[in-house]
């Protein structure tokens, strides 16, 4: 019995290994080709480097104007989840505290507008937020952050929405009778208590807009450099015929590393809060 469950707690750990290589591997060529030249890139992309050096960098991050892109990456990032965060804990508690047939279509309608794909709508609005009402010329990046607004905030009201029907409605009522009024209930008791699950959609949702592309592109790349986010600064260094490699590879690490810090460090958050949403 001990040798059956020694066998099977080591398969386990070999099917783990194997998956974590799979998807490791891939980071792991990108990081070696960032210290080669073209030449190298080219002649063995999957050998280690010859020696270390961060001249590459260095030329990639001002070549991209790699501060100015990162800059506007965090500030679309924050501002957007900040929006989203809360106006979508709102929309839930609300959902969740009036069940009437009008909220409840709504609810599904947002629900139901999650499984509509990007593609089918970006024409109409590019059209509509370009063509028609000029916000794309006049402030590409606010209009950006509306979409991601819009975009991000079905996903965000579907899980809070988990979450929230599991609060006891009891203590939202002994902070009225305490002299709270309804605002001063939600962000004084509701929200703390929805903190787990705030982190979760946080995380999920800065992934998302840290790495974009096609939304960006379609709203900013008119705009000029000083606008571009860090997934379109990086295009400067591709052509219509070639790459320069050992510029490209070493901003494509830039953009990847911040992010991939802040869901090491935040990673076990995303588990918590989806089975407390979800469960409870």
């Known amino acids: 019995m001990q040798m059956a469950n020694a066998l099977k707690k080591g398969s386990i750990y070999v099917v783990l290994l194997l998956a974590l290589l799979f998807f490791l591997v891939p980071f792991l060529i990108l990081l070696f080709n960032a210290f080669k030249t073209n030449a190298e890139i080219i002649a063995s992309p999957f050998s280690l480097p010859v020696s270390i050096s961060f001249k590459n960098f260095g030329l990639a991050m001002d070549q991209m104007k790699y501060w100015s892109a990162f ?3 965090a500030m679309i990032t924050f501002i957007s989840l900040t929006v989203i965060l809360i106006c979508s804990a709102m929309t839930a508690h609300y959902f969740v505290r009036n069940k009437t047939r009008m909220n409840t279509m709504w609810f599904l309608m947002m629900v139901a507008s999650m499984i509509i794909p ?16 000029g916000w794309i010329q006049s402030q590409p990046k606010l209009t950006l952050m509306f979409m991601y607004v819009g975009f991000g905030s079905s996903l965000a009201v579907f899980v809070y929405h988990g979450f929230i029907k599991s609060i006891p409605l009891e203590l939202e009522e002994a902070a009225q009778i305490d002299g ?17 699950t705030a982190v979760t959609i946080g995380i999920l949702h800065v992934l998302w807009i840290w790495n974009d592309y096609l939304l960006p592109v379609l709203i900013l790349q008119n705009a000029g450099s000083d606008n571009y986010t860090l997934p379109l600064a990086i295009q400067v260094f591709r052509g219509s015929y070639s790459s320069d490699y050992e ?10 590393l911040p992010i991939m810090v802040v869901y090491l460090f935040a990673q076990r958050f995303i588990i918590q809060g989806v089975t407390q949403g979800s469960v409870k």
């Open 71 to 73: 800059s506007n990456s």
């Open 118 to 133: 990007f593609q089918s709508i970006m024409i109409p609005l590019v059209s509509i937020y370009g063509a028609e009402l």
């Open 180 to 196: 709270c009024n309804s605002i001063q209930t939600f962000f004084k008791i509701v929200l703390p208590i929805l903190m787990p």
């Open 247 to 256: 510029r490209y590879l070493p901003a494509v690490v830039m953009v990847v």
